[in-house]
């Protein structure tokens, strides 16, 4: 799936993605707006193994103080979409004020767990050259530094995984999902497991405060966030709860919100259990 709706562009979906895999004859330096903490060090984990220079921000204004002040240029910024105080759609149109007239554009991806077409062209319109769907893979992570990074247009990025609320409920952890996303690397994910377990119990909490407000838009955000950093973990029945909430918030269902918030809160005591008694070691090396 690509940024653009440009046939051309499309036909590429298909090809051999070897020269994708190549490495790069230079470091790249790489900007980071993220938010979630166990997303962000799962992205900045992943791009320091291939080899990149890392800088991590967790709002759209200090994005902006990174690419104004960055001692050396910045190669490529990886931007969340829903970001606090200004978001990544403001933050790019910002940046891409600043470069007018320089000459140079930095190769701006979105990182985004809504791939559908209008959420696309959303970024499109913002100034992102492309998208990355969430969770963030390290794969995805290689073509996007061997084509942005090395002066390319576009990539195939990968396909959005939101699905429909069903009756059948996912398990509560997955562990090879989340030893998959975490490339068998367990100081990864632990790491992930560690600002996941501490921030999520804020962030239910806000949420719980939104509820309570009516406040719909800070429902959506809220849930938005706590589906992305449980799908980091593979924490699948507390992210589909997670889901449903933010779902029913953009459609405008505070009753329906406030039904599903006592399953998220169920949901998130057994996955933190789950969590906490899983022996990483011995599943990995049993694989």
Request: charged letters at 30%; proline letters at 4%; aromatic letters at 4%.
């Given at each position: 799936?690509y940024m653009a709706a440009d046939s051309k562009d499309m036909e590429t979906r298909n090809q051999d993605r070897t020269s994708e895999s190549a490495s790069?004859?230079?470091?790249?330096?790489?900007?980071?707006?993220?938010?979630?903490?166990?997303s962000q060090v799962l992205v900045q984990r992943l791009l320091e193994k291939l080899g990149c220079a890392v800088l991590c921000v967790d709002d759209g204004?200090?994005?902006?103080?990174?690419?104004?002040?960055?001692?050396?240029?910045?190669?490529?910024?990886?931007?969340?979409?829903?970001?606090?105080?200004?978001?990544?759609?403001?933050?790019?149109?910002?940046?891409?004020?600043?470069?007018?007239?320089?000459?140079?554009?930095?190769?701006?991806?979105?990182?985004?767990?809504?791939?559908?077409?209008?959420?696309?062209?959303?970024?499109?319109?913002?100034?992102?050259?492309?998208?990355?769907?969430?969770?963030?893979?390290?794969?995805?992570?290689?073509?996007?530094?061997?084509?942005?990074?090395?002066?390319?247009?576009?990539?195939?990025?990968?396909?959005?995984?939101?699905?429909?609320?069903?009756?059948?409920?996912?398990?509560?952890?997955?562990?090879?999902?989340?030893?998959?996303?975490?490339?068998?690397?367990?100081?990864?994910?632990?790491?992930?497991?560690?600002?996941?377990?501490?921030?999520?119990?804020?962030?239910?909490?806000?949420?719980?405060?939104?509820l309570n407000a009516g406040a719909l838009e800070d429902i959506r955000a809220r849930a938005h966030a706590l589906k992305g950093a449980a799908t980091n973990?593979?924490?699948?029945?507390?992210?589909?709860?997670?889901?449903?909430?933010?779902?029913?918030?953009?459609?405008?269902?505070?009753?329906?919100?406030?039904?599903?918030?006592?399953?998220?809160?169920?949901?998130?005591?057994?996955?933190?259990?789950?969590?906490?008694?899983?022996?990483?070691?011995?599943?990995?090396?049993?694989?």
């Open positions: 799936m790069l004859n230079r470091q790249v330096t790489v900007l980071v707006v993220e938010d979630d903490r166990s204004e200090k994005a902006l103080e990174a690419f104004q002040n960055a001692q050396k240029p910045l190669d490529l910024i990886l931007m969340d979409c829903l970001l606090p105080r200004v978001s990544g759609y403001e933050a790019t149109r910002r940046i891409r004020n600043l470069e007018a007239g320089t000459g140079r554009r930095i190769p701006i991806i979105a990182m985004t767990a809504h791939t559908q077409s209008e959420n696309i062209e959303q970024c499109r319109l913002a100034g992102m050259d492309d998208f990355l769907a969430k969770p963030v893979r390290r794969d995805i992570l290689q073509a996007v530094l061997s084509k942005h990074a090395s002066g390319e247009s576009r990539i195939d990025s990968a396909a959005g995984n939101d699905n429909a609320r069903g009756e059948t409920r996912h398990p509560i952890l997955d562990t090879a999902a989340a030893l998959s996303i975490a490339e068998n690397d367990l100081e990864i994910l632990r790491d992930v497991i560690q600002f996941f377990l501490e921030d999520a119990p804020v962030d239910l909490e806000q949420l719980h405060a939104a973990l593979g924490g699948m029945r507390f992210r589909e709860t997670a889901y449903a909430i933010e779902m029913a918030a953009r459609a405008g269902e505070l009753p329906e919100t406030r039904e599903l918030y006592p399953r998220l809160q169920s949901d998130f005591e057994a996955l933190k259990t789950a969590l906490e008694r899983t022996e990483w070691d011995q599943i990995r090396n049993a694989d």
